[in-house]
Every structure is written in structure tokens, then in C-alpha cells.
């Protein structure tokens, strides 16, 4: 085992991670010792593929407001959102997309040379900032562009997977992460850990997320002893491609695009007259679910029945310009033309809006962990997240991460040399030596297209049972499976292995806080409990570890702003 020692490690080069180096390295005039470590090339976090944009408040000349905004993702979040955490982000938001102006970012403009903002589902103003199609592979170039003007002392761990985080003395001491490129066990020891690893979305078999985005950070937080918050809440995005779930993004209804059902009709007018097929995506969702479920969707491959997107009437100069993405990926994908025709689509897993829990500040519980992004919840988005606000949140959080950490690393000493590491490379090793007869790949996939049955836009207490049950069958099976690779270097085969270990504790920490909860809001919509049941429910469900399984418990929801009210849209 080869050991590494640094100030400060952040692990995931999303725009969490980037976002909070960039603030560190600032902060300490380039004088810290970071380590970004990342089990992709660095650039290849999930963050590349966001689309539509980053929602800030940067008219208030125009109409727009703090108030509006924060009301608008409040209500959005079926009042689960804790609002002083609200008020905090709306406030900070407008200086993140001003910071990425003066680095360099290129802003879509509008014709008097203004940052151009367009329309998004839930916003009551138009409030997404962007860069056509490409928002956040835009904004990660450019942070890491300027990150490498202003650090000295960045080491990259490219191609890092990590297995464990291990904590000694009730504080954060180290990482293990196995060295892809040179198949080599190391350890990284830090004073403090910033986490940023994404979200979940691969638990599910049709989603809008990568491959690589299987839920690490969660899993092994929960496992280190950190609590999982508000995890049954799980996004599913209206217009997910068929067949593959590639995202086509919001934007695309932003810029006018409109959802048809079988029969030619613009059905949003029956669920949500005011805001039409720009209400909020849980509403979305259910709109179109209901739609194919009545008979007016249209026959899709493998029971993926689909509406239509239609973005025809935009014309083809506006494609172009503002949806250039979305038009390259369906003619290569599907080899459809949305200029000539409508794509086909329907509610696809996109996000997490749980996970490991934070005060205000992203600080975690363990004095000297922090977490930033789609794996925290500092519960801004609540029960269902309003487009455009999470690279928002990766934005303002990585910030306050990469401060908070930066100063605490000033003044720390490293905890002591972890015991545990030596533990943790006997169970890889077992694993590879394992002769075991299960077959980690099926057991994958038979936990996400179990996710895709049970816990999907609509939910049953009997289905959410069942669910569990099989995640626990799973589980049981994951005990017993063996790998085909055997060696270290570049061992893909060990790695898809540990992810899905991680996975099936996500999966089971959802799918009870999701059957635990008799109500529907939000993204947890149950067709046995229909109303949202504020006397019992307006709380964040606490999930921790036992050897059992997990622990449920119950916190406050921050209602300073505003009292909960029917939300109709
Ligand atoms: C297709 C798509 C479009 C989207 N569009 C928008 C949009 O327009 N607007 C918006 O606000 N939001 C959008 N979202 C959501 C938003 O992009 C994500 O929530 C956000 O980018 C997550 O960023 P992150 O920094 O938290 O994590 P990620 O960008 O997912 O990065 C995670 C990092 O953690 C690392 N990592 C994970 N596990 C390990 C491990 N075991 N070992 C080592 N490293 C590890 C990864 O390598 C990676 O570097 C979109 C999401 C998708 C999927």
C-alpha cells in the first residue's frame, strides 16, 4: 500500500469539486496542498452533460426577485426545501454566474450584449442562465481553466477509484483508492475531505445519467457513519429519449418546445393551466404517465410507451442557435430531425434531490468532512428540485466547502494514520480472489430494472415492499460473487463489482424511506397514500447504518419564510 499525505481532499471534479478547489486554492493564495482525486479523466464528471442552464436572479431591474426565486423553489419542493438554506442560495447565486463571466465563461447573450436568460419549469421568470445547449460543459472548462491559472500545489488523481472513507477517532483520516492506471493500492491521507462525488442515477435502468454515476460517495459515506437524508425523493425528468433515456433537456420546453399526446393534444392545459408544460418536473411527469397510462401515449420498444416532444413550430434558426445538443443527438441516436419531427420521449430517473446530510455550510456531523453537490443534501431542493438550480448548487456549495475547508485546514493537524485501511484492501483482495458463483453484472441488472418497477414516477406500498424484498435478496446474492479479472491494473471487472455493492445500499435506503412514508409530495408520488400529509410527514427522513440495515429517523423542516399551502400551478 502506497501512502499519499495532503491538506485538503476533494474527491469528485464535478462542478462541486471544481467549484471548491478553485475557492480553496483562492483562498490560501495557491499555497494549499489539495488533491483532487476522480475515478474518471477529470473532466469527465457527470457535470459536462448539463444542457439547459443555472438558475440565478440577475434582473431585478426586469421583475425578477430573491423572493420570487426562493418562493418558487419552496413551493417546488412541496415545502420539504429548509428555507433559511433557501434564502442563503438565492442570495449567493447571482455572484457565481458573474465570477464564471469574469473567468471567461461564454454566456449565450441577448442582443444588447446582457447575459441571456431563458424560461424553466417552476421559475416564474425566466431565470436560467446558459451557454446554448453546453451549459455545464462550459462552465467546467472554465473553472478548471482558471483553477490552473491560480494554484500551485493541485495533484490529480485521475482514474482514482475509491472504495472506502475511513475516519479514526471520530474524524475523517484518509481515503483508499485503488490506482486504476498503475493498479496499485494507495491510501490518501488529509487534514479534511471535501465530498462531491454526483448522484445516483444509475441505480435505475432508464435514466438520464451516465454510466459512472452509481452513487460512491453516498454509499460509503453511509457506511463511514454519516447520515443519508430525504433519499426515497428521486427526480424524474419529463423528457427522457427513447429508447436510450438520453436527456433532452428542459430547455427544449423553455424555448417553446410542447408535449403532445397521442391523440395531437397539448395535454399540460388539463393538469397545470398557468404554467403548462413548464409546471415543475414531479408534475410533468405524472401528467405524462397519466396520459400513456389512459391509452393516449404511443406504443414504445420494451414497454416504453412515449409522447411526443414537438419542437417543429421553433423553427430551424432557433435550433440552431439555442438547442444545437439536442438536434445532433437525435439524428445521431435515433436519426430523427426536430426540425422535421417530433421526439419521441417519457419521464426518465434523472436525480437525487437526498443525500448525505449538512448544515448550511455543507458541513457534514465528523468535524472535518464537507460535502458539496448532487451527493449532499443540505436540503435545498426538498421533495422535488426546480431545473437548473443543481449545477446552481454545486456552484454556491463547492464555494462554501472549498472556504470553510480551506480555513479549517489552516489551523489542523492530519488525524492519525487510519487502522482500518489494512481492512479494507483484505476485502478487495478477498473479492478478487473470490470463487463465489453469483455474477455481479446480472445482480446489477436486476437491482435497476427492479428500481425502474417499483420505485418509479407513481408508487405502492405493496410494489415499494417487493422492491425491498428483492434489494435484500440481492443483497444477500452480492455476498457470494467472484470476478473474472484477477489482476490490478486497469480491473474494470473490480470496479463495476464495488459500484454495485454501492448501488444496492442506495437502492434499499430509498426504497425504505419511500414505503416508510405514507404521503405523497413532490417527487414520491404513491398512488395508496394521494395527499400530501403535512401533520405527520413535513419532515426529512435521517437514514444511518446498522449491520441490520438502515436506521430511520426523523428531522425539523426550516418553515421561517412561508407556511406550507396546496401547491397548484
Ligand atoms: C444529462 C444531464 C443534464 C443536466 N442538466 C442540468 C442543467 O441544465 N441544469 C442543472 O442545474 N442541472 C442539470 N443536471 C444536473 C446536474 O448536472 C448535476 O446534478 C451536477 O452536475 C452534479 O455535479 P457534481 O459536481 O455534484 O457531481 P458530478 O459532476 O457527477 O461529479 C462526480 C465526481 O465524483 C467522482 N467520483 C464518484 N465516485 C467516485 C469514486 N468512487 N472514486 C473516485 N471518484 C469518484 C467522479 O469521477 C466525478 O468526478 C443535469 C444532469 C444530467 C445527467
Given at each position: 500500500m502506497e501512502v499519499y499525505n495532503h491538506d485538503l481532499i476533494i474527491l469528485g471534479t464535478g462542478l462541486a469539486g471544481l467549484r471548491a478547489a478553485l475557492e480553496a486554492s483562492q483562498q490560501s493564495k495557491g499555497e494549499l496542498d489539495i488533491a483532487l482525486v476522480s475515478?474518471?479523466?477529470?473532466?469527465?464528471?457527470?457535470?459536462?452533460?448539463?444542457?439547459g442552464g443555472t438558475a440565478a436572479v440577475m434582473r431585478q431591474d426586469m421583475g425578477d426577485s430573491y423572493e420570487l426565486h426562493a418562493w418558487d423553489t419552496v413551493k417546488g419542493s412541496d415545502f420539504l426545501a429548509d428555507q433559511d438554506v433557501v434564502d442563503f442560495f438565492v442570495h449567493e447565486m447571482p455572484k457565481e454566474i458573474l465570477h464564471l463571466d469574469h473567468w471567461g465563461i461564454p454566456w449565450s447573450r441577448t442582443e444588447d450584449g446582457h447575459i441571456a436568460q431563458r424560461p424553466f419549469g417552476g421559475h416564474s421568470y425566466p431565470r436560467a442562465v446558459f451557454a446554448a445547449d453546453k451549459t455545464g460543459h462550459l462552465e467546467m472548462q472554465t473553472l478548471y481553466d482558471t483553477l490552473m491559472k491560480h494554484t500551485k500545489k493541485i495533484n490529480r488523481y485521475d482514474e482514482g477509484f475509491v472504495t472506502s472513507i475511513l475516519i479514526e477517532n471520530g474524524r475523517f483520516a484518509g481515503l483508499t483508492m485503488i490506482d486504476m492506471i498503475n493498479g496499485r493500492f494507495v491510501l490518501i491521507r488529509g487534514k479534511a475531505l471535501i465530498l462531491?462525488?454526483?448522484?445516483?442515477?444509475?441505480?435505475?435502468?432508464?435514466?438520464?445519467?451516465?454510466?459512472?454515476?452509481?452513487g460512491d460517495g453516498l454509499a460509503m459515506a453511509y457506511r463511514a457513519g454519516l447520515t443519508l437524508k430525504d433519499m426515497e425523493f428521486i427526480q424524474f425528468h419529463p423528457t427522457g429519449l427513447i429508447?436510450?433515456?438520453?436527456l433532452m433537456t428542459e430547455a427544449c420546453r423553455g424555448e417553446g418546445g410542447t408535449l403532445l399526446n397521442s391523440n395531437g393534444e397539448r395535454f399540460m392545459g388539463n393538469y397545470a393551466p398557468s404554467k403548462m408544460e413548464l409546471a415543475p418536473r414531479d408534475m410533468v411527469s405524472r401528467s405524462e404517465m397519466t396520459e400513456i397510462e389512459a391509452g393516449r401515449g404511443f406504443p414504445g420498444p420494451d414497454g416504453l410507451d412515449y409522447i411526443h416532444l414537438d419542437l417543429?413550430?421553433?423553427g430551424r434558426a432557433k435550433l440552431l442557435e439555442r438547442l444545437p445538443l439536442i438536434r445532433e443527438v437525435t439524428i445521431k441516436h435515433i436519426g430523427l430531425d426536430p426540425i422535421d419531427k417530433p421526439i419521441p420521449i417519457r419521464p426518465v430517473a434523472h436525480y437525487t434531490m437526498g443525500g448525505v446530510h449538512t448544515d448550511i455550510k455543507g458541513h457534514t456531523p465528523i468535524e472535518n468532512i464537507w460535502a458539496a453537490g448532487e451527493v449532499a443534501c443540505v436540503s435545498l431542493h426538498g421533495a422535488n428540485r426546480l431545473g437548473a438550480n443543481s449545477t446552481a448548487e454545486c456552484l454556491v456549495w463547492g464555494r462554501v466547502a472549498g472556504e470553510e475547508a480551506a480555513r479549517y485546514c489552516a489551523n489542523a493537524s492530519a488525524a492519525e494514520m487510519p487502522k482500518t485501511a489494512e481492512q479494507e484492501w483484505a476485502k478487495i483482495e478477498a473479492l478478487i480472489q473470490s470463487k463465489g458463483t453469483e455474477d455481479h453484472y446480472q445482480i446489477r441488472k436486476e437491482l435497476r430494472k427492479n428500481l425502474d418497477a417499483t420505485m418509479g414516477v407513481f408508487r405502492t406500498g405493496e410494489q415499494m415492499e417487493a422492491g425491498l424484498k428483492k434489494i435484500r435478496e440481492l443483497k444477500e446474492r452480492y455476498k457470494s460473487i467472484s470476478l473474472k479479472d484477477k489482476s490490478l491494473r486497469y480491473n474494470t471487472d473490480l470496479e463495476r463489482a464495488v459500484e454495485t455493492g454501492f448501488m444496492i445500499d442506495v437502492a434499499e435506503v430509498a426504497t425504505l424511506g419511500a414505503l416508510t412514508r405514507t404521503e405523497s409530495r413532490g417527487g414520491h408520488a404513491r398512488r395508496d397514500y394521494k395527499v400530501r400529509d403535512d401533520e405527520n410527514w413535513l419532515k426529512h427522513t435521517m437514514a444511518t447504518y446498522t449491520e441490520a440495515g438502515p436506521k430511520l429517523s426523523y428531522s425539523k423542516v426550516d418553515i421561517s419564510m412561508w407556511k406550507p399551502v396546496e401547491r397548484k400551478y
Open positions: 475515478k474518471l479523466q477529470l473532466m469527465r464528471a457527470h457535470s459536462v452533460a448539463a444542457e462531491a462525488t454526483g448522484g445516483a442515477g444509475q441505480i435505475f435502468g432508464f435514466t438520464t445519467y451516465s454510466e459512472t454515476v452509481t429508447p436510450s433515456g438520453i417543429r413550430h421553433l
